[in-house]
């Protein structure tokens, strides 16, 4: 995976929307759509599963975030938020792909 697309798909993976993982990056929601379209083109398959509210990791998703983090410092923001509400440290625990849940 290269910088760029790695870098719109966490972003997405961590956001749970194109639109939002565009605003932090700040690219554009078309640039942050094509990066990852190429990624599903490169390892033949979805990588999130999309509605029109959010996109959620597919099983190849999941490995390509677990993949892709080993190689990037540091929890999604989604968990960091969550172990800084329990009380817990940043780097503590295991690093797990973001939760699929419907809670956004």
Known sequence: MDLPR????????EEFR????AQRLPRSPASVGE?????????GGALF???SR????????RWSWARS???TAGP????????SAAGNSAGS??????SSGTGC
């Open 35 to 43: 990066a990852v379209a190429a990624l599903e083109h490169a390892v």
């Open 93 to 98: 625990g295991p690093r797990t792909p973001p």
């Open 18 to 21: 194109f639109g939002r993982a």
């Open 6 to 13: 790695q870098e719109c798909f966490l972003a997405v993976s």
């Open 49 to 51: 599963s999309r509605t």
């Open 69 to 71: 983090k080993s190689r």
């Open 54 to 61: 959010r996109a959620q990791l597919t099983g190849p998703g």
């Open 76 to 83: 999604p923001r989604h968990t960091e938020r969550r172990r």
